[in-house]
């Protein structure tokens, strides 16, 4: 069974602070995707990264994929009330898509 | 271009009865992914079809069932509906099951079981 650790769970900052989100798993991913989903709605893909040690940047959030390619993190830098979300973490293996719990982020102004 | 469309957006049940969710995949998407969440947790796989064909299951019940159709519109049944089937039920649509598409999400469908 594929499983995706997302650390931390929950996470309160303020703005204008940096923050890393971590996804890791002990199971190899074709590619690893990142998501970001408000209350009632679904989530909205943020980026997919393929090859083990691609950066991938987009804005103020910078993503890593592992040399290995079973883990991956999310860097946010300068923080912003915006940025407020759930962060999901997501591995394509075995013919589906494997989520992590998520991360709940709260910026505060 | 229109996104993922589910129907209905709320919805609520007796146990033992049964249900059917619709999806409308974005355009020229052809893969369509059915996943539960659970309040607090991460999406979970149901199954996906591609071409009008389930090509991949999670580890759900057989009494959760599904379609997909020309179109490549879906639906997902589930029958004897139980109290932990209460969830928000996401459909997914891709390009392809290829390991780089991403996939577009619809906004759900909150199934209460009561």
């Known amino acids: 069974t594929q499983l995706l650790e997302q650390s931390p769970q929950f996470l309160s900052i303020q703005e204008g602070e940096n923050l890393t989100v971590y996804c890791n798993s002990s199971?190899?991913?074709?590619?690893l995707q990142w998501y970001r989903q408000e209350p009632g709605e679904g989530p909205v893909l943020l980026v997919t990264?393929?090859?083990?040690?691609e950066v991938k940047k987009l804005k103020r959030l910078t993503f890593q994929f592992g040399d290995a390619r079973k883990d991956s993190s999310l860097h946010i830098t300068a923080a912003q009330p915006g940025d407020t979300g759930l962060y999901l973490c997501?591995?394509?293996?075995?013919?589906?898509?494997?989520f992590g719990k998520g991360t709940k982020l709260t910026v505060n102004p | 271009e229109t996104g993922v469309t589910q129907s209905p957006t709320h919805l609520i049940k007796t146990r033992g009865q049964q249900v059917t969710l619709r999806c409308s995949s974005q355009?020229?998407?052809?893969?369509v992914s059915w996943y539960q969440q659970a309040l607090g947790q991460g999406p979970q796989f149901i199954f996906q079809?591609?071409?009008?064909?389930?090509?991949g299951r999670g580890n759900f019940p057989p009494r959760f069932s599904g379609l997909q159709f020309p179109n490549y519109s879906s639906e997902l049944n589930v029958n004897a509906l139980e109290l932990d089937d209460s969830a928000l039920y996401l459909c997914?649509?891709?390009?392809?099951?290829?390991?780089?598409?991403?996939?577009?999400f619809g906004s759900g469908t909150r199934l209460t079981v009561v």
């Open positions: 997914a649509s891709s390009l392809s099951t290829g390991g780089g598409y991403g996939y577009t």
């Open positions: 199971s190899v991913f074709s590619s």
């Open positions: 990264v393929v090859t083990g040690g």
């Open positions: 997501a591995g394509r293996g075995q013919g589906k898509l494997v």
């Open positions: 355009s020229g998407h052809n893969t």
């Open positions: 079809y591609y071409r009008e064909e389930e090509n």
